[in-house]
T-cell receptor
Framework: EPEVTQTPSHQVTQMGQEVILRCVPI?????FYWYRQILGQKVEFLVS????????KSEIFDDQFSVERPDGSNFTLKIRSTKLEDSAMYFC?????????????FGNGTRLTVT | GDSVTQMEGPVTLSEEAFLTINCTYT??????LFWYVQYPGEGLQLLLK?????DKGSNKGFEATYRKETTSFHLEKGSVQVSDSAVYFC?????????????FGTGTKLQVIP
């Protein structure tokens, strides 16, 4: 079964550094998402992306965050200047969007640790 | 806006006990409802879904019925196993402005002891 893959599985960075989290969604999917989960807490929506543009973003997704689909397969999340509170598990998800009830398919996540 | 409320965890049960995890939602329109499961160290996996009122989703012995009158989608399993230990997330999905929007509950951790 096709799956969403994320790399790296764990990223450690120093405060103020830029990080890029990478995702390869399922190939025929059209809708892409980033969520994050601070340890032991809820899954929080960051951003959705469709037709090469952001569909919606949460208040967490400020100017330090950006997303890109640089080619036909990758979907990246960039944090320009990381803060300690950005430490979390980041999940990429994709959906075919064929129907309104198409489920999201999630990757296994990237654990980001900001020191 | 949309919201999903789940019961607080953790829920600790003995093997073969009956499980209920409550979930209620608030949304405009007619959302689809999902349960996702997150095993330790892994991402979220779809467990089951229901797309309209009175639909029952089921998978791996888990069931949930879409109750529009009570805006609920409670997860149940008749006999839990140790391998069911995980975090369970209730979620709703609807199309808004031409794209799919998914809202998650806070998650309920289930611990099943032998």
């Amino acid at each position: 079964e096709p799956e969403v893959t994320q790399t790296p599985s764990h990223q450690v960075t120093q405060m103020g550094q830029e990080v890029i989290l990478r995702c390869v969604p399922i190939s025929n999917h059209l809708y892409f998402y980033w969520y994050r989960q601070i340890l032991g807490q809820k899954v929080e929506f960051l951003v959705s992306f469709y037709n090469n543009e952001i569909s919606e973003k949460s208040e967490i997704f400020d100017d330090q965050f950006s997303v890109e689909r640089p080619d036909g397969s990758n979907f990246t999340l960039k944090i320009r200047s990381t803060k300690l509170e950005d430490s979390a598990m980041y999940f990429c998800a994709s959906s075919s969007g064929e129907t309104y009830n198409s489920p999201l398919h999630f990757g296994n996540g990237t654990r980001l640790t900001v020191t | 806006g949309d919201s999903v409320t789940q019961m607080e965890g953790p829920v600790t049960l003995s093997e073969e006990a009956f499980l209920t995890i409550n979930c209620t939602y608030t949304a405009t329109g007619y959302p689809s409802l999902f349960w996702y499961v997150q095993y330790p160290g892994e991402g979220l996996q779809l467990l089951l879904k229901a797309t309209k009122a009175d639909d029952k989703g089921s998978n791996k012995g888990f069931e949930a019925t879409y109750r529009k009158e009570t805006t609920s989608f409670h997860l149940e399993k008749g006999s839990v196993q140790v391998s069911d230990s995980a975090v369970y997330f209730c979620a709703l999905s609807r199309f808004s402005g031409g794209y799919q929007k998914v809202t998650f509950g806070t998650g309920t951790k289930l611990q099943v002891i032998p």
